[in-house]
Every structure is written in C-alpha cells, then in structure tokens.
C-alpha cells in the first residue's frame, strides 16, 4: 500500500482546462498530493504551487478546482471524512452497532488515506489548528461524536456492559484506530508492524479482539 493507498497517477500539463475523466484524475491527484503534504511539512509550510508542482500542472490549475488554500484543506477532509459521517449516521439509522463494525469502518476509511489521520492530528487536534473550528461544527458531532450514541444502542440492546462510560468508551475506540496511522513511522520498524493488507486485517482482528474481551457482555 502506497501513502495514498493507491499509487497516483502523475498527469502532465496540458493547454487549457481538461474535462471529463482527466479532469477527475486531476481534482483526484490535486487532493492526494495536498493531504500528503499537509500531513508531513503542514499546512502553513506547504504552498499551493508546491502541490501543482508535485501533481504536474499549473498553480492556477488548483485555484480554479479548489480556490484558496484553506478551502483546498477542506476538500481533502471532506473528501474521507464526509463518506465516513454519511456511513456511521447508517449504522445509527440501523437496527444495531456492533462494536467490530465501528472498527471496520474507521480502520478501512483510513487505510484507504492513511496520512489523513497524522493530518487531522496537525490541522485539529493540536494548539492553533486552521482547521479546528470547522472540523468541532461541522465534522466532530458526526464522527466521533456519534459514536457514544452507537455504543448506548448496543448498551440498550444488552450486547455491551452496561457499567462502561460511552463517552470514555468511544474515546477508546478512536484511539486504537487512528493512532496506528499517526505512528507509522515509528510503529514499523521498532514493533515489525505492517501496513499492507494482512497487517491491517490482523490490526483490526486485535482491536476487535481486544474489545470484544472487554466491552461484550
């Protein structure tokens, strides 16, 4: 598996604006370079003229598909996050929540765009992130923040322990999940972890495992 989960297609400059499959390609490229870079140097570090240089096309070729910078930033988490908030309102429109698949879910949205997780770490969770304010109105309460709410439906359902705090439980799961992301330059040569497919399933074998043990009446 690449950093992008994908390896990306490199699109050479061409006169004018491109249109049908091209220009997918293009938006697509623009987004994997710039959340590629945004995770490793940050936002403020990282120009616009960068990530076009990287993808291969003009400056002006980013403007006209994202406009600004920070909007540029918003694109590239809406992009995983968006899918992932549409799919846990799913699970909480269903009958039940099992806890596995919450990790499924979570552990396969960013295996598909690992470096969104050390991303979101930077531009959010830390002091100062341009993103924080938009990521606690718009995003927070439809992510993790709707977890708790899944984790109770399993609670009522008799399917977890009633003494666990939702809340702190949700927290839990978050952690396990995202943080291997965000470790993943340490956590594969000091602890021999792999990040191709059989390490990311045998990952999410030991988080359900681990809470299956734990949470599971």
């Known amino acids: ?9 490199v699109v050479k400059r061409s006169q004018g604006r491109p249109a049908g499959p091209a220009a997918a390609d293009i938006r697509g490229n623009i987004l994997d370079s710039a959340e590629s870079l945004f995770a490793r140097k940050g936002y403020a570090a990282t120009s616009l003229r960068e990530i076009a240089e990287e993808v291969g096309v003009n400056p002006a070729m980013v403007h006209y598909y994202y406009g600004n ?3 540029l930033l918003r694109h590239v988490l809406e992009r995983t996050l968006e899918p992932l908030a549409a799919a846990i309102a799913k699970m909480k429109a269903a009958k039940d ?4 698949e919450i ?3 979570l552990l396969n949205s960013f295996s598909q765009h690992p470096s969104l997780p050390a991303l979101v770490a930077r531009e959010v969770l830390l002091p100062g992130g341009v993103m924080q304010e938009h990521f606690l109105e718009y995003l927070a309460p439809r992510l993790g923040g709707s977890v708790p709410e899944l984790l109770m439906k399993e609670q009522s359902g008799g399917r977890m322990k009633p003494d666990l705090d939702p809340g702190t439980s949700a927290l839990i799961i978050l952690s396990l999940c995202v943080f291997p992301f965000i470790a993943r330059k340490l956590a594969e040569p000091a602890l021999d972890i792999t990040y191709d497919e059989g390490g990311l399933l045998k990952l999410e074998q030991h988080i359900g495992r681990l809470l299956n043990e734990g949470f599971s009446t």
Request: no cysteine.
């Open 1 to 9: 598996m690449t950093e992008h989960g994908l390896a990306r297609k």
């Open 69 to 71: 910078k920070n909007a």
């Open 103 to 105: 990790v499924h879910l």
């Open 97 to 100: 929540a099992p806890v596995g």
